[in-house]
């Protein structure tokens, strides 16, 4: 090893040979990975360029440049700042309620005693996780449509109340009931993660204080909620680096005309520019969309990272 | 036991590769043909002779088709094959991805051989500027010549002339074999519960209402509910494309084209844009009125697939607006499920508009066109053209109809229908049990849709067609034009923004779901914020097309 590397804290390149020759089928394994976003994540970032040009059949690289047009449309189309905002709004709610929300669920089951009724609920918890938006949907529609369940139940207790039945369609209520669906059908799911950090806590911890008489609550903020903290920052750090996706999949099976002003998100509204509109599909216009969205998903992505370092906390960059 | 189970779990891996694995691959050398077999020629004399498969190079032709699960593995495909060697690579669409797929692989260059569209003519910018690109093989007129039948449609057909782009055709328009006299008028109407109409006892002469009566007789049906469905219980049922300009623009407005929502007309030698008329205002507000009575299915927002169909033949709706065509299969299902006691139960409504006129649209001439791929050969492209001849020929006919001779049917005339049908007959519902009911064959449809008059049908949804036509040619019917012109103009803000038709259906919608609001001034400001992005094209179609 010689003095310069060892002052840069290197370690010099034929022992890095040597240690991966040594692990390498260990190094062997990763290659499929590497090959999935060598393949599906840096190759397709050729097409980028597409978001400055006017794209033509023949090809990306025969695309004239068009100084900016993408752009400078983006920014006068009246639909395009709605749909930004909404996107932050949403997202920002979903932040708000359904970050928290399988945090608590976990610590929650953590609590029950019986491990066979605990496998029972986080079974029921997790199902919903596995059906589609779309059948969601079909379910959302049945339960709170004009001949839902319930609206009949509110009829039996608010005589009137199914008059102007509007729920699904009303752009008030919208938004709140993408963030309640999407803690109905996500939060089990997202408790797997906390399980598993609560399951690493070390027991000690907890007989140590019962033996100090610590009740259930003070264990749960002293030791369970300290000892998940960093697993709590790196899921916020991700969570946060995709402020932008509003949920495609959630919106688009839920949303209507009607709900347009609160609901239509960047990705639908590319969706309905593309596919919906009888004017055809501008690839250079959408992927102009998708760029602006990507490049703000992360400067938020590096500044949550670097507030969360500040705090002391683990990152993920 | 964890050996086990790993095995187990391991055989099960290589069994589910194995069952992935394609059944057989399409034969691509002659060598691997089926010996082709000498079907009669039923061909009309005067027409291309199709050469018999043997003497033919074998040709893969890829093409999407709907319902691509039911293709492939009946007689009439090995038919195909064997006649023509000929067979066909299915890529499945849907009604809900077609043009979404046909967008992304013409994008992307990635699209079959053969692409079946579901092009209108208002949306056609896209396929000039497609055509324009190079993304399509030209049909030439040499090309198509040799084969008369489909030369016959390409020297009278107006869709025809109307995508020529610099004298060449680069789209197969799918001839919609309408009778003359029908004048390809788009005949969507209200199908209606008759015996529902009779119940509640406001049933009109030959099922025709003027618009007060119609609104009476909804207003009956839900507060009667005859069918017995309580809050289920709906009036009118709207399919999505028609959703909500439908239940009252179709049927009001001089406005709709083609039964887009809205388009362009002219109106003393100027193009206007109808929404921002005030005949079109009315009809929004007679929607909106409608829907907040009840009149119109309240949860017909929410649809987005077949659901209106769905619920007027489950028996819960009592009209749903719709094209002809399905009455057949409609009243048959309601039958057997004991929705109705006889198809009589079931007709068209004649109902007259708010100003007394009974509109009707005209559409165009094909319904579906097929471009071939730029990169098609001339061989594949040639033995389309020649399949797709053969499918218009008196024995292609019968084929689409009924299926093979001697299999399906023996021939006992000249005619298409003078054929003894040798099918399994249903006493119960009046029909001939097809073996091809769980097949399609699409890869036929763009030959152009199978005349009328299958002798294997019943008579029961040509009998209502033809009382449709009948009071068209009474002169009962206001016909709107299609306007080709117009609809293939192009100009830089009418291709970039096309007719504003979508945002014309967004924001009726948007009014119906609000109950409290002033449905004639919410339209104001809607035709107020439109009017400067909507002008710059009307300017330029004025520049270009005005009298």
Redo the contacts between chains.
Sequence with gaps: MTARSIKAGRRPFKKTLRVMWDYRWIYLMLLPCMAFFIIFKYVPLYGIQLAFKD?????IAESPWNNFEHFKYMMTEPEFIPALRNTLIISFYRILFGFPFPIILAIMINEVYMPRYKRVLQTIYTFPHFLTWVVMAGIM?NLL???GMVR?VCEIFVPGIGD???L???KAAFRSLLVISDIWKEAGWGTIIYLAAIAGIDQSLYEAATIDGCNRFQKIWYITLPGIINMIAIQFVLRVGAVMEGGFDQIFNLY???V??TGDIIDTYIY?L????????D?GFTTAVGLFKNVINFILLVLANFVTKALGQETVL | MKKLLTLVLALLMVLSLVACSPAQTPAESPAEEPAAETPADGGDSGEAPAAEGSDLEPVVLSQNVLDAEKHGNHARNEFVKEKFNLTYEYIPVSWGDW??KI??W??T?DAPDLINWDL?A??S??YF??AK???FAPITEEKVAPYEKLYEFYQTSESVAAYKVDGELYCWPANRNNPPEIDNVYTSYYVIRKDWAEAVGLYQEDNEYTWEEWKELLRAIIAQDPGGNG??NAGIVLPTWGFPNGAVTFLNAPAAEGNETCSYIKVDGQYIWPAATEEYKAAVVETYNMYQEGLIY??N??FTGTEADDMFKAGLAFAAYNVAGSMNSWTTDMMRDGIIEKREDVAPAVVYGMDGNWYMTQTEDYWTVTAFNHNITDVKMDRALMFWNYLNTTEGIRLRWLGIEGVDYEVTGENPEDVEILWEFDEETGTYISPYVNDAFNEASPAGLAPTGNPAEISFQYDLQQIVWDKMAEGKATIKPLDYEMSTFSGPNK?????F??DA???M??I????NCDPAAEWDAFIEEMMPRVQPVLDELNAGLAD
């Design positions: 794209y033509m059949i023949a090809g529609l449509g004009s001949t009949k102007n039945w509007n699904l369609y009303n209507k005309p009607p347009y002003e309905r593309s596919f919906v509109e009888n004017t055809g599909v690839m | 043009n979404e967008r992304t013409v994008s260059d209108k208002a949306s910018t896209e500027d497609w690109q190079g993304a809050v289920s309240k949860d927002i929410s291709d970039r923004y096309g007719t038709g979508s259906k967004e924001r919608t948007q119906l779901a609000d109950p």
